[in-house]
């Protein structure tokens, strides 16, 4: 809510000789995450921004999931109200590539429910849950299995999750020549 003043704010002791460092307790900083802002503002103001690799949900939970298709899409937070959210997915469901979505604790259930409604109950899809910390769970299920899991294991609406939805399955076309 306050990421442009204190943007702001940080660059200025930056320019006045200060070292700044950004972290977060809740993901890697400017990756769906607070902290966009600030890197974007300290490059407007010609500030070198050098970033230190360290754990990553997104990259965690991709590793992890064991689907091969060659190329993903990491897409972030989907809308909070199932509607919207339905509509994001009816945009992705065809798409050849592996999608990566971050949820809250309280809408993974719901927004489970919106996915096998669009992808369909049969399309492969890992929770990544509370990565690299004790609760972690990382479960691999069809859509509709695991929205059921999620729903019955009050623990797994718990925490910080990451969801990983396969490619969508390649659709067989055939000529017209090929009925001649």
């Known amino acids: 809510h306050n990421e442009r003043a204190m943007a702001d704010k940080l660059v200025q002791r930056i320019k006045a000789g200060e070292s700044i460092a950004q972290v977060s307790d809740a993901g890697t900083p400017a990756i769906s995450d607070p902290g966009a802002v600030l890197v974007a503002t300290a490059h407007a103001a010609g500030i070198a ?11 965690t939970a991709l590793s992890a999931s064991g689907f091969t298709a060659p190329h993903s899409l990491f897409y972030g937070f989907l809308p909070p109200k199932s509607n919207q959210r339905r509509e994001a997915l009816e945009q992705l469901k065809q798409l050849p590539w592996i999608s990566v979505f971050y949820e809250a604790p309280h809408r ?7 996915m096998q409604a669009v992808f369909g109950p049969e399309r492969e899809a890992v929770l990544a849950r509370e990565l690299t910390k004790t609760f972690e769970t990382i479960r691999r299920l069809p859509l509709g299995q695991l929205a059921d ?5 009050s623990n797994q609406q718990r ?3 990451v969801l990983v939805i396969d490619a969508a399955p390649a659709v067989e076309t055939t000529s017209i020549a090929e009925h001649d």
Do not use: R
């Open 49 to 59: 921004v050098v970033p230190v690799a360290g754990p990553s949900a997104l990259a």
């Open 108 to 114: 993974i259930a719901d927004c489970l429910d919106d």
């Open 149 to 153: 899991w999620v729903k019955q294991d």
């Open 159 to 161: 925490g910080e999750a």
